[in-house]
């Protein structure tokens, strides 16, 4: 026997779908593909009120689903993916309801998420629900924190996150600088750039193309296309290939500047 509780929201479940097939004749990963196609295809609800007819079909049928834990993450995903944020705390909250621990993996999916649709408090709720769940942040949750703010233009936030990873003993990757330099980009703080690019280095890594396109974009953003040109002859210097939005951030900075040359 399991303590599931049914909940309220089983009375908003559509009798058609209830109606439509014997639930005791699909395994559980059958439906969670069934329900993982339904929110790809911008069906939130109609994924949601599948999950909790499946789930709460049969009392056995809940610890089938508890061991789901890469599927359920997969479609924390394809909801965040569509911006449908209140159904990904849905699925959290039915996932604590049928005993499934969240993982790093589970929280770093609903902090990215967030961010991407500059949901910036929620994707600090969800970093906080993680350290208070005893779970230790990876590289992959710092950088989607640090991306939130970078999104939001709110570079000290992101440098103070930045900051954190150190004594938790997280070691940056080069996504951690890119991001970090993007924020610089975003709230027109390039003084920070050359020192982001040196601590780049320290750590033992190569700037990459998407580093000098970040840098390119920062400085024409405040009109220092000189220093933006040489960022280019840089990353021409050692071998990575400008992409067409390197040469159109240039470009938009010419004009911007009055500079047709």
């Known amino acids: 026997n399991t303590d599931t509780q049914?909940?309220?929201?089983?009375?908003?479940?559509?009798?058609k779908l209830m109606n439509k097939?014997?639930?005791?004749q699909l395994n559980a990963t059958k439906i969670m593909q069934e329900v993982q196609l339904l929110a790809k295809t911008g069906l939130a609800g109609d994924a949601y009120e599948l999950l909790l007819e499946?789930?709460?079909?049969?009392e056995s049928k809940a610890l089938e689903y508890s061991s789901l834990l890469v599927e359920f993450n997969l479609l924390i995903k394809a909801l965040g993916d569509k911006g449908e944020l209140s159904y990904c705390e849905k699925i959290v909250e039915l996932m604590r309801r049928i005993g499934m621990r969240l993982s790093v993996v589970t929280y770093g999916t609903l902090i990215s998420r967030a961010g991407a649709w500059k949901k910036v408090s929620l994707a600090e709720r969800f970093f906080d629900e993680m350290l208070r769940d005893g779970i230790s942040p990876d590289v992959q949750a710092y950088n989607s924190l640090?991306?939130?703010?970078?999104?939001a233009g709110d570079y000290p936030q992101a440098m103070s996150t930045f900051l954190r990873m150190k004594p938790a003993n997280i070691r940056p990757t080069i996504v951690t600088f890119n991001t970090l330099i993007d924020a610089c980009a975003r709230s027109g703080?390039?003084?920070?750039?050359?020192?982001?690019l040196q601590q780049l280095h320290t750590a033992g890594l190569r700037a990459n193309d998407r580093t000098y396109s970040s840098l390119i974009h920062s400085h024409c953003q405040v009109g220092d296309l000189k220093k933006a040109f040489e960022y280019l002859q840089n990353m021409c210097d050692k071998g990575l290939i400008p992409s067409e939005i390197t040469y159109s951030t240039l470009l938009h900075g010419c004009g911007a500047c009055g500079d047709i040359q």
């Open 54 to 58: 499946s789930v709460y079909a049969e």
């Open 189 to 196: 703080n390039i003084a920070s750039t050359d020192m982001i």
């Open 21 to 24: 097939r014997s639930q005791s």
């Open 6 to 15: 049914w909940p309220n929201d089983l009375s908003r479940v559509s009798k």
């Open 146 to 151: 640090i991306n939130t703010y970078a999104k």
